[in-house]
């Protein structure tokens, strides 16, 4: 199996910015596409940006210019640095991850973190 783990979701002000950290762990084998979604209260699970093992990102029209997704595929880990945060940005995080186990090398399957709660208010 594998875990993915968030951090670094918290309060901040609107103009603020937050970088949020996504660390795979367990029997991987391999990790392709990995990104972050968001669901604010009310509201469907969407897409906020993605990157593939080969570092191209992807991202919603409502983030760009305003968030960078990169990652470290030695430490199987995704970060999410937000800027000019806005009230609307305010929703769970979760990262997602496409990968394949030591046990089933040839199966790529999707896996959720828990999610990470950004709240953006004055």
């Known amino acids: 199996q594998v875990q993915l783990v968030e951090s670094g979701g918290g309060l901040v002000q609107p103009g603020g910015s937050l970088r949020l950290s996504c660390a795979a762990s367990?029997?991987?084998?391999?990790?392709?596409?990995m990104g972050w979604y968001r669901q604010a209260p009310g509201k469907q699970r969407e897409l906020v940006a993605t990157?593939?093992?080969?570092?191209?990102?992807r991202y919603a029209d409502s983030v760009k210019g305003r968030f960078t997704i990169s990652r470290d595929n030695a430490k199987n880990t995704v970060y999410l640095q937000m800027n000019s945060l806005k009230s609307e940005d305010t929703a769970v995080y979760y990262c997602?991850?496409?990968?394949?186990?030591?046990?089933?090398?040839?199966?790529?399957?999707?896996?959720w973190g828990k999610g990470t709660l950004v709240t953006v208010s004055s």
């Open positions: 990157i593939t093992s080969g570092d191209i990102p």
């Open positions: 997602n991850g496409n990968a394949a186990t030591m046990e089933a090398r040839y199966h790529v399957r999707g896996y």
């Open positions: 367990g029997s991987i084998f391999s990790i392709g596409v």
